[in-house]
């Protein structure tokens, strides 16, 4: 486990009546870490008055709460339900952090304490439907980072590897999975590691694992006996994105496992860009490079944007056709 220092930790009171809760606590309050009660996680007054450029110091921050949602939320492309688990936000700055919409400079990393509740929430869920269905862990977060912390990632591998007619999966930025490499996951838990060209990586995923990294990672955990998948997401169509992307799937397909590329299956999701995101990267990260070109890009929604349907159209017909020449066999799950 690699372990991790926040500059502050935020608690809500009723997290110290958890095992878990209390741990987290005395762990950081122990080497001095400042530790500050709150209300409610979803309203620090502290944090919500300062102002936007603060974005990459509040990163630091640890928030540790009680998750009070526990429905789990149908779904139609990696997973049969999204599962409200531990974690939501995360320490890293993508500079397209489709959580920032949402949350605004508050996307920093939440833990919820009480995971005995949603793994039981899970269950009913299991018993309810009596058929084997996909359950995707962490959407809100990055469940491989969150396990630095927490140990969560593990204990849910373990959990679900009890249980009949249910896969785990999760999708990660990052590399740190050696913790997972041991657990009786019982072959119910699938990974999905997101990657991009190194290029992306290096100029707008900001504090994620390298691809060379992401890919040793993908190796470990197929001899380890997991399923994996390949989300080549965002998509994002900056200069010279048919070299950029070319090179990444012909590299994936030179350093990843030789036995893995017949049982692969492959996820694409292409950028949606807010103006949330625009605000927070040029008052917090002003020298950052931008992803959004409104020469390629429309308004989608409320203060979004995507793709013109012909650009993505033609970048979409590309990527398929690269994959399909270097894994001919492997299988593309969805494509939005």
Sequence with gaps: ??????????????????????EIYNRYKNMGIPTIEISSHNKIEELRQLPDKEFT???????????????LIPNDKSADFIVPFTSSGCMAMCTYCYLVCTFFKGAYLRVFVNREQMM?????????????????????????????????????????????????TFATKFNMVDDLLDSKHNGNTQIRISVNPHEIIKKVEIGTSSLDERIKAANKMYRA????????????????????Y??????????LNKEMHDKI????????????????????????????????????????????????????SYIFDEISKYFPYAKISYCV
């Design 1 to 22: 486990m690699i372990s991790y220092i926040p500059k502050k930790v935020y608690y809500e009171k009723e997290v110290l009546k958890y095992e878990q809760g209390l």
């Design 57 to 71: 110091n509040l990163k630091k921050y640890l928030i540790l709460g009680i998750r009070k949602s526990l429905r």
């Design 120 to 168: 039981q929430a899970i269950k009913r869920k299991i018993n309810k439907i009596g058929e084997h269905k996909v359950y995707e862990l962490g959407s809100n977060s990055d469940m491989v980072l969150e396990n630095v912390i927490t140990g969560n990632l593990r204990w849910a591998v373990e959990e679900f590897g009890k249980l009949d007619n249910a896969t785990a």
């Design 225 to 244: 006996g997991y399923k994996v998948g390949i989300n080549i997401a965002p998509i994002i169509l900056i200069k010279d994105w048919r070299r950029n």
């Design 246 to 255: 070319k090179k990444l799937i012909k590299e994936l397909h030179d350093k």
């Design 265 to 316: 299956f492959f996820e694409l999701i292409f950028m949606t860009y807010g103006y949330a995101n625009d605000i927070i990267n040029k008052e917090a990260m002003p020298n950052v490079y931008n992803v959004f070109d409104k020469n390629i890009m429309r308004p989608k929604g409320r203060g979004k944007y995507c793709y013109k349907q012909d650009i993505r159209n033609e970048a979409e």
